[in-house]
Each structure stands twice: as C-alpha cells, then as structure tokens.
DNA sequence: CGTTTTCAAGGAACCGGTTCCACAAAGCCC
DNA sequence: GGGCTTTGTGGAACCGGTTCCTTGAAAACG
C-alpha cells in the first residue's frame, strides 16, 4: 500500500510538505503543491484512515441510531441521512436498535468511548429511557430526530398539530364518532410520538364539545395489526365508528384494507386519515398529512455539521413542515349513518 | 479522555503489560491480568478505536453496500446482517447505492483505499456493472448477496426454480393463461434475479407444453406500480389471463388490489402467487415462494468472518433455502373462465 | 548443580498520518 | 541597509495503541 511518504519520495518533498499539500493547512507553494497531487494522483494515493482519525482526532463517520428500517419513516429518514453525509463526504455507522438490546449498549458504548463518531444522529430514542441525556452526557455532537430535548439539537413535527388537524378535518365535514387508532402510547420501545398525536385527537374532539366520543383504539402500527384490529372495530355495524384517525398512514391503510374486506365503502361508510403521506397513500387514495422524513434527514445532518463546527452555538430545533393532503378517503358522512 | 497509559499507571505496570493484559496476547500473570483489569473498570477505559485500528491494521467495521431500505428484502436482510454483525462485535458502515452514483464511486474508493473495512458485503449488486469484479480484486473479504460470481463468497437463492415451482404451481391447479409480472430484466439498477425468474417462468410453462402462452408483463415491482399495470392487465376481461406469477410479493400484492379494485375475485377468477413471503403476504393470504432474508444476512457475515480468518480458504457459495407456502390466492381456475 | 526453557514484564520501535517548531529565504518598512 | 514580517520547507514530536526485543527470574531438564 502506498503511503504519504511514497507521494512525498516521487514528489521529492517531505512528508510534512506532502501532507500540507494535500490536506491545504499551512504555507505550501503553488508549484510544490502541484507536483504534489500529481504524485498523489499517479499512486493512487489515499489516506489511511485510522492514521488520519488518530492524528487529527476526527472520523468523519457519523452514527446513527434507530430502529430497523423495516417502516417507512425509518427506511425514508435513513435513505436522507444516507444522501446527505455523501453529500458532505461523511461516512455512516449504522446501529439498528430492536429492543432495550445489547445493541443500544454497544452503542452507548461507542459513543461513550467518544472516539468513532464525530457525531450522533440519534432517531426516535424515547425520551423515557434517559439514553438521549446518556448521549448528551458524551458531549458529542448530537441531533435527535423526533422526540424533542432541550439538551440537544432536534428535529421533530408537531404530532399534536398534525393530529388535530387531520382529526379536525374530519370533524368539519360533520363527523362525530370518530375513533383513533394507534400504537399503545406508553410502550417504551421506539416512539414516534404517538402520545402527541393521541393528544392531538383528543384536543380536537374536546374542541368540537365531542370528549364523550372519545374513542381510541389501541394496535400496533403496522399494515397487518392495523388491519385485525380494524376489522375487529368495525365488524359490529351498531358501534362502528364513521370515521377512523389513524396514528399513521399504515395503521390507517390497515384500517382501509379491513373496510374493504367488510365490504364497507370507503369513504362512503367509513372515513379514514392518516399521518405519513407513506409511499401507498396515493394507491389507496388516502387523505393524510403529508411529513418528508427525507428531508428531516437532510436537516439532522445539517445540524449536526453546524454543532460540530461550533460546539457553543445555542441550540437548533428545527420543525419540519407537515401539511394536509386531501384525497379520496374522506367525505361527508353518510346521513343515515349517524 | 483515559488511555491505556492511566490504567497502566494505576495498575502499576508499564503500557506494554497493559495492552497485553487487555488483549489477551502474549504472556501476563493472572494476578496482573486482574489488577490491569479492575484498573480498566474503574476509569471506564475503552480503547481509542483509530489507535487500535492503525497498530492492527483491523477496523472492526464491515461495510455493506445495497440499495436503499425501502424494500421489504433489503429491509430484512440489512437487519439481519445488523444482529449478526453485534453479535460477533463487528460495527457496519453503510452505503446506500441508488442509481449509478456518487455513493458506489465513494464505496468503491473506500473499499481500494482498503483501510476503512474488515470486509465488504455486497448486495444485489448488478454483475453487469463491473463493480463486483472491482472489489474482488481489492483482495478485501467480500461477500456477494444476491448475484452469483465465481471469485467471491455467495449467498444466493435458485431464483430460477423459485419461479418455476410457483408458476408450475398454476400449472398443477389448471392454469394455462399464466402472465409473468415482473421488472424489466435489463434494467442495469440492482437487480435480485429478475432475469432468472423470468427464465424459470418460461421453463415451466415450456415443460407443460404452453409456450405459446408465455406472456411477460413489465412493471416496476413494487406495490403501487404493480397496481397500475395489473390494473391495465386486468381491465380487458377477454384477454386477462386466469393467473399471475409475480417476481416478488410486492408485485403481486399489487395485483391482488388492482383484482380487488376491479371486483376481480381472487382466487375465484384470479390466482396469484409472489416470491419472498413478505410481511404482508398472510394478511393477502398470497401463495408464495419463501425465503428468508435475515437468515441470509446472518449467513453472509458467517461467510465473511470465515474468509477473514483464511483469505485462502476455498470459495463458499451457499444456496439459501426456499420453499412454496400455499395460502388462499390461488386455485383451479373457474371452467368458465377458460 | 549447571544449563536450557518457559514465563513475566519493561523499554522501545512502529502503525501512517498531522502539526509544531526551527530555520532560511524573500518581501516590506522606515 | 538593518530589522521585522511573511512565506516555504524539513525535521521531529505526537496521536494511542500493539508488538518486537531484551532482560531477569523461576521452572524444567539432564
């Protein structure tokens, strides 16, 4: 393998001037830098980088922590993430965190150690699990991408607006039994802000002077469960609701999947919303509000690179733009149906 | 940040005991051995890992390269490489290689830079491209999942007689009007063996005697766009065939919910079957060819540590087991509808 | 009992870059 | 023209571990 020395021999420099050279610190003149690169470039030279990482004390390698990208907003955000570090000429160390495993503890690890990363990128941690301060604690550069912190920089959408808008869309054109559907808000896995957007639906239904109806149905989240849950919810005709806010696009294609086989038209009978704008959305026509959790991504590298360029900045919390989207999965109730 | 000299000092041995004491190599008395190792506990220490990576010349890093997560496949085996890779200690960098771009040009550079990984795990990565043959010759531990070669370690499946059993599947039940649906094979993205199950399509309907019937439809294999071309498939009523051999499931959920949409029963006038056993394959009660992509990327990172303990061990090409699960979307075909 | 092995531990070299420092040459100022 | 700053370069120290080599003591051997 070819190192510094090699280029600075064949360019008959030492390897002090090689590497200033090439690395643009300190005086080097136009000329020497010249035969430099070229050197460089005829051996094909590149840096080792652990010799590179040890001396300078960076990695450019980030870290990120998050659940499998087995969903859609994991799978999205990661593919942001991913774009974005290129962009910047930064690695991607990855650490799928299932359950409060041995994997979340390697990492805290690692991060702890504080020699890896040059910065975290730290992805639905629940805040309950104190593992978000842990990582404060490191002093690394840090950003978590939706639950909020005041001791770090964020990136997060209002899940309370988000959920009371689609709830309230659903109440402006006339609905009252309305259901939510969603994830058991106090598992301590991963979260997303599921309490948030039950809170949501709840503040809107007690603004509509609807809080008797308050109805929230409890699934995981995911295109299957939603779907037996859903088709439990709405196999009794007498107590089904008119309309569904789903805590996510899958709960609610779930929700419309289980409609379908019913035989219950959609939105003729039964209303349905969603929070995700998810990839299927347009397909199954769904109203819902639309998160680019692409461009989140995006943004938590761009805060992590302004942390890490000035450690004392005061913090960045940056909330992504949501909006409605309305398609054909909600209309007006229909009135022998109340 | 404490180094190894601190825990020397406070163990009262010199640097070189210490590091031996930790790493297991070379001679160290038991008793030294645990004072170095308390010493260790209570300053936390953890070795700084370019320190340890430059002496070595390890990097406890794997770097794996596959196209983004938003597919079921990649999804699953990227988890599956994760767990096996904590499992034995290892870190994974990851880089998501969308079209022919900047990413594969910088993965590739990394991995003839030759420093920054143990090993590479490649995925679905198009044999036409080169890039394969190009990270063979880096000389670097690598694993091919997906695309066989002849000069890496392969995890594969027999995607030809993955699709020649569903289709003769069809074949059993009665079916002769069987449409392939599935990507374009030349497409030089990634590729997971289109090709191949194109030709397994087209060995079973020319064994039963039906090539005249060979009818592949291209679409982009997932959900939504396998709706739309389905939807179009199946809109002409003369001309729909009595069934579907889909490349993937997602394929062929798509064409499930363009059936559906057209009051199309299935399996009534519909058979359809997929490949994969995606999560939602149950749910759509889609009769489909199994396959296990965590347990392939498990088995790719066994692989990959058996090649780096004897880069001169011969080449190990493991054919990952498949097997037909038979559920609800496929049947005899109507006698009407022949 | 003397000699050869084996075991333990310290000192120094090394991995491959980056950066500090010393020094020389050139440019600038009064 | 002498002193001072700016520029360009080489040598050496350094980042924090690992490993080779040496030395000394204890154990095994003939």
Not at 211 to 220: E, F, G, N, Q, S
Request: with cysteine.
């Amino acid at each position: 393998m070819t190192g510094i020395i090699d280029v600075a021999l064949r360019a008959g420099v030492a390897k002090s001037t090689a590497s200033r050279a090439l690395s643009g610190n300190g005086y080097v003149s136009a000329e020497t830098r010249e035969r430099v690169e070229r050197a460089a470039r005829e051996l094909a030279y590149s840096a080792h980088s652990s010799a590179s990482s040890l001396a300078t004390g960076r990695t450019s390698t980030i870290g990120v922590i998050m659940p499998m990208a087995d969903r859609w907003y994991f799978a999205e955000l990661l593919s942001g993430i991913q774009r974005a570090l290129v962009d910047d000429g930064l690695d991607l160390g990855l650490y799928g965190a299932t359950e409060g495993s041995a994997e979340r503890a390697r990492m805290l690890d690692h991060a702890l150690a504080g020699r890896r990363f040059d910065g975290i990128i730290a992805v639905c941690l629940q805040p309950g699990a104190h593992e978000l301060e842990r990582l404060t604690e490191t002093g690394l550069p840090l950003v978590s991408v939706g639950p909020f912190s005041e001791r770090a920089d964020t990136v997060t959408i209002d899940d309370v607006a988000a959920s009371r808008v689609a709830t309230e869309h659903l109440i402006d054109l006339g609905h009252e039994d309305i259901a939510f559907l969603g994830d058991e808000p106090d598992a301590d896995r991963f979260s997303f802000g599921e309490r948030k957007r039950l809170d949501g639906y709840c503040q809107a239904m007690i603004s509509a002077g609807l809080d008797r109806r308050i109805r929230p149905v409890t699934t995981r989240s995911t295109i299957p469960e939603a779907f037996e849950t859903s088709a439990a919810l709405l196999a009794d005709k007498r107590h089904r609701p008119t309309a569904i806010a789903a805590v996510c696009d899958e709960a609610a294609i779930g929700a419309i999947l289980a409609a379908q086989r019913l035989g219950i038209p959609v939105p003729g009978e039964l209303s349905v919303t969603g929070i995700d704008d998810h990839r299927y959305a347009e397909m199954f026509a769904l109203t819902t509000i639309r998160q680019s959790p692409k461009e989140q991504g995006a943004e938590a590298v761009r805060l992590l690179r302004a942390r890490m360029q000035d450690p004392q900045a005061p913090l960045g919390h940056v909330v992504a733009p949501v909006s409605l989207v309305a398609r054909a999965s909600t209309a007006v109730p229909r009135s022998d149906a109340r």
